[in-house]
């Protein structure tokens, strides 16, 4: 069965240090890995995707993540982050036939000025 | 282009009423529909999903129920609300395996 562990429930950050959010993965075969982000009652927004290539993707609002293999991990970073940035951060596994990823716990991310 | 549309934003409903959240797709066709909750401080669960008019799947035994009357259109339903019902309820639809779009929820509270 496919898992998701993000680690960190809350992050704190300063406004324009660089962040990253851990993410872990279980899944038995090459996984389809995303992360969303929610900022307070909203809906959730995807910022990246991986499915294949190149492991490092980039998304938007600045946002990148790598995939690796050997460590069954998809970080999300970025360089710089912004006050906009706070919010919960999603990271999700998928594959093969199914439509229906499994979700982490989500992290929050709280940025100070 | 694709849009979601999930209403209503807020609903504050007594103990023991009924319930009725509505979710439409615009701009494709046959999606696969989604129904997830979201307590306090608490990950996504996910409540019911279609891959078409009729298909319900329920992923966890509760008092709702769900149906899709038209191939755009996910309704979420309750005959009687309980308390453990609060919390934020989230549409969202996908054509394939690579992502989902999800609505901009509801938050119900039941008092």
């Known amino acids: 069965a496919q898992s998701v562990t993000q680690p960190d429930i809350h992050i704190t950050v300063s406004e324009g240090a660089s962040l990253e959010l851990r993410c872990n993965y279980s899944?038995?075969?090459?996984?389809?890995l995303f992360w969303y982000v929610q900022s307070p009652g909203q809906g959730l927004q995807l910022l990246l995707k991986?499915?294949?290539?190149?492991?490092l993707v980039q998304g938007i609002k600045g946002f990148e993540a790598e995939f690796k293999r050997s460590q069954s991990s998809f970080n999300l970073r970025k360089p710089s982050v912004h006050w906009s940035d706070a919010a919960e951060y999603f990271c999700?596994?998928?594959?093969?036939?199914?439509?229906?990823?499994?979700f982490g716990r989500g992290t929050s991310l709280i940025v100070h000025p | 282009s694709q849009t979601i549309h999930q209403w209503p934003a807020t609903l504050v409903q007594p103990v023991g009423s009924p319930l009725s959240l509505e979710c439409t797709v615009e701009?494709?066709?046959?999606?696969?529909l989604y129904w997830y909750r979201q307590a306090a401080g608490r990950g996504l669960q996910l409540l019911f999903y279609?891959?078409?008019?009729?298909?319900i799947s329920s992923e966890v035994p509760q008092n709702l129920s769900a149906s899709r009357p038209q191939d755009r259109q996910f309704i979420l339903s309750s005959k009687k609300l309980l308390l453990s019902d609060s919390g934020f309820y989230l549409c969202?639809?996908?054509?394939?395996?690579?992502?989902?779009?999800f609505g901009s929820g509801t938050r119900l509270t039941v008092v």
């Open positions: 991986y499915f294949s290539g190149d492991t």
């Open positions: 999700a596994v998928g594959g093969g036939g199914s439509y229906i990823p499994t």
């Open positions: 899944y038995g075969a090459t996984p389809y």
């Open positions: 969202a639809w996908s054509v394939d395996v690579y992502g989902y779009t």
């Open positions: 701009g494709t066709s046959n999606p696969n």
């Open positions: 279609s891959v078409g008019i009729g298909q």
